[in-house]
């Protein structure tokens, strides 16, 4: 008796076909998901500790960027055919719709964090080399662990050429809105 092997496939997801599972609630409610590079990700729930740091950063953003830029705090963005993430936090440039009509795309992003505790080497690795190739100007990690921010610029292929670690006590200008500089202190 021959045994008959096949070779398993994997299907990857479009953002058309997300968008259609999505609006027919095949996901439970309140699921954490994200499509990358055509998978779809359950993303790990939420402590304290990063919601905290989020909130400390959208109320620092929010204050010092009201007229220049939209803040925007978990949602999606579009990034080509298969991947739409949802960073933790991003600004974006003015929008007089408020990105209603669509979500935003790379070249919408002036800044970009993702704040980490368990998802670290996955935000430094995937979400990086994600971000990067689609030309996000700045990330940022916010890396809990290693009490830290890692500032990634210079989008380049799938890397970045320039990363900067800054700790308590350090500074940083923004590189889309050099009149912006922020104290790491309040933030971390």
């Given at each position: 008796m021959t045994i008959a092997t096949t070779n398993v496939?994997?299907?990857?997801?479009?953002?058309?076909?997300?968008?259609?599972?999505?609006?027919?609630?095949?996901f439970p409610p309140g699921s954490r998901l994200e499509l990358i590079d055509g998978e779809i990700?359950?993303?790990?729930?939420?402590?304290s500790n990063h919601s905290g740091h989020l909130n400390r950063i959208n109320?620092?953003?929010?204050?010092?960027?009201?007229n220049c830029a939209?803040?925007?705090?978990?949602?999606p963005l579009r990034l080509g055919d298969l991947s739409e993430p949802e960073p933790d936090f991003m600004l974006l440039k003015p929008n007089n719709d408020f990105y209603c009509s669509c979500h935003p795309n790379?070249?919408?992003?002036l800044l970009l964090i993702e704040v980490a505790d368990s998802s670290l080497s996955f935000d430094q690795n995937q979400k990086l080399r994600l971000?990067?190739?689609?030309?996000?100007?700045?990330?940022?990690?916010?890396n809990l662990n290693d009490s830290c921010v890692e500032v990634y610029r210079q989008p380049h292929?799938?890397?970045?050429?320039?990363k900067t670690t800054l700790r308590v006590g350090d500074t940083i200008t923004l590189s889309q809105l050099n009149q912006i500089t922020i104290n790491i202190t309040d933030i971390l």
């Open positions: 496939r994997k299907h990857l997801t479009d953002i058309k076909e997300w968008q259609k599972l999505g609006e027919a609630n095949i990700l359950e993303m790990a729930p939420i402590g109320k620092l953003f929010t204050i010092l960027t009201a939209n803040t925007s705090v978990q949602n790379a070249d919408d992003v971000y990067a190739s689609h030309s996000v100007p700045e990330y940022w990690l916010m292929g799938d890397c970045y050429g320039e």
